[in-house]
């Protein structure tokens, strides 16, 4: 492990079992060695005199935690009695109260925001209450500061809705009323690394997601939520949560900008979301942040119309990406792509196993986001898919087998396997042997035709599979074949070289 690595845990509500939590951490300790610190999200403190009285053991020192404890403020009236200091102190030997909303920087590098409470719309709010004003002054604390990319942990006791957006959604709690706003507002802009969560007494772990635009943005790093339920709960559901972690400040960039194979789509970059705040306010905060290309700064006074829609002085602004019209099976981004089938991931291309493949070798490359054909690509696109073609061909030779290779060049859903641009729809096939054959599209073309002459009885003698969807396999069966292209395959993917 790198000596700049910090081993942390993390934990739900308390609810004032101090003891059943500490003895879990004793015994974690036991059997995995020292942790550097335990985080706490959700309601520290229990509300009957119980909890109370076990509370002044632990303040007066009779009784200590086995490592240094933060934790969030009150999410009730009948604890706000606990937090003396909205700014945060220490309230026993090593349980430090982080405060109301802030950042805390320790001496390792290690940057975590945090929120206390829950969301409140009153004014003045109740002491166990964030606001949108204080949500604003967390951001901005944050995103004056040019370099910032983001932070390493996010602490909020109160779930950010729509967290389950284009991932896996939770069956444990209500997606209608769980979650705030405001928190999801807040994690968009500070992209955690990591983001933990209660209240809800569930534990729920969201797939890994991005903080940039494929293809639009630079690569960033993806954050991981982790919803925790309470601690010493009877259903045993899982409450601590153990992870290692480098300071985002102390990490290699491309290390760092890795995209994990099950990385989804930014749940809180929903199509059609907006803030119920004005357009002005909104492109005033957006451009102190600096978090987007384009300069939203308008200089003063009137500029004279060209007569053609735009303003004298005013650059043509680019070409819109394509977006899909509906779902589609293809971009990377979708959360309808099946990811276990995905074998090789480049900058602007991936390669995966056909579904209802034709064979466990049955390979698509594709572009990693919407495009329907070729001269929707950039240089760079087009260069990328020829160096999976030219791996995939060196891969099927070390091998000694045979290959075809199909490529559709006409208006599809999505792009697959592109090569030139002739000048008009065509349809391509590349043998082994070097041989190369093109085909006029007209009117009416079979979307499935390259399948369809796969699975004829002169090439494979599968007729009956030309349809994918009359051959699906389960998806245990397909991620087997995947994982076993993907071994073979990585002594030929270029994508994993330095």
């Not at 099950?262 to 909104?282: F, L, T």
């Not at 589609?328 to 991936?350: D, N, Q, R, T």
């Not at 349809?427 to 499935?448: A, C, M, T, W």
Request: proline share 5%.
């Amino acid at each position: 492990m790198s000596e700049k690595a910090l081993r942390v845990l993390a934990c739900g509500d308390v609810y004032g079992k101090f003891d059943v939590l500490f003895s879990r951490v004793r015994a974690i300790q036991k059997k995995s060695g020292q942790f550097d610190l335990l985080l706490c999200v959700g309601s520290f403190f229990g509300s009957g005199p119980e909890s109370q009285a076990l509370w002044e053991e632990y303040k007066s020192g009779a009784k200590k935690a086995p490592i240094q404890t933060y934790v969030l403020g009150a999410n009730n009236q009948d604890t706000v009695k606990y937090f003396q200091d909205v700014d945060g102190c220490e309230l026993a030997p090593d349980i430090t109260y982080l405060g109301r909303k802030g950042v805390f920087a320790g001496a390792s590098g290690l940057q975590i925001a945090y929120l206390s409470g829950i969301e409140s719309s009153s004014d003045p709010a109740p002491a166990y209450c964030f606001t949108a004003k204080d949500i604003t002054s967390l951001k901005l604390s944050l995103l004056s500061n040019k370099k910032f990319k983001g932070v390493d942990i996010l602490l909020t006791s109160t779930w950010p809705k729509d967290v389950w957006n284009y991932g896996n959604p939770t069956t444990d709690v209500d997606l209608k009323t769980c979650g705030s706003e405001q928190v999801a507002n807040l994690a968009a802009h500070l992209k955690p690394r990591y983001h933990f969560s209660a209240l809800q007494g569930e534990n729920y772990e969201r797939l890994p997601y991005r903080n940039h635009v494929v293809l639009q943005e630079s690569a960033q790093h993806v954050s991981r939520f982790i919803a925790l339920a309470s601690v010493g709960n009877p259903g045993k559901k899982k409450c601590i949560y153990a992870f290692t972690i480098v300071p985002m400040s102390l990490m290699d960039a491309t290390e760092l900008v890795k995209q994990p194979l099950d990385v989804s789509e930014n749940p809180y970059r929903k199509a059609g979301r907006e803030s119920k705040k004005s357009h002005a306010a909104r492109a005033s905060e957006e451009e102190s942040a600096q978090q987007f290309f384009f300069d939203l700064k308008q200089p003063q006074g009137k500029r004279q119309s060209d007569g053609r829609g735009r303003q004298q002085g005013q650059a043509k602004q680019p070409r819109k990406h394509p977006q899909p019209t509906g779902p589609c099976w293809f971009c990377l981004a979708s959360p309808e792509v099946e990811k276990h089938l995905v074998v090789s991931i480049g900058e602007h291309c991936y390669i995966a196993l056909a579904k209802g493949g034709l064979t466990s070798d049955h390979v698509l490359i594709l572009p990693i986001g919407h495009y329907q054909a070729m001269v929707d690509l950039s240089s760079e696109v087009v260069e990328e898919c020829e160096k999976y073609k030219a791996s995939l061909k060196k891969f099927y030779k070390s091998k000694e087998k045979r290959y075809v290779m199909f490529e559709r060049n006409y208006r599809s859903q999505h792009l697959q396997l592109q090569i030139v641009q002739p000048g008009t729809p065509y349809f391509y096939v590349e043998l082994d042997s070097g041989e190369k054959l093109f085909h006029r599209i007209k009117k009416n073309f079979p979307l499935q035709f390259g399948r369809e002459v796969l699975a004829s009885e002169v090439i494979l003698n599968i007729p009956t599979r030309a349809d994918w969807k009359a051959c699906k396999l389960s998806q245990d069966e397909e991620e087997s074949q995947a994982k076993a292209f993907q071994r073979e395959f990585k002594p030929f993917d270029f994508s994993l070289e330095d």
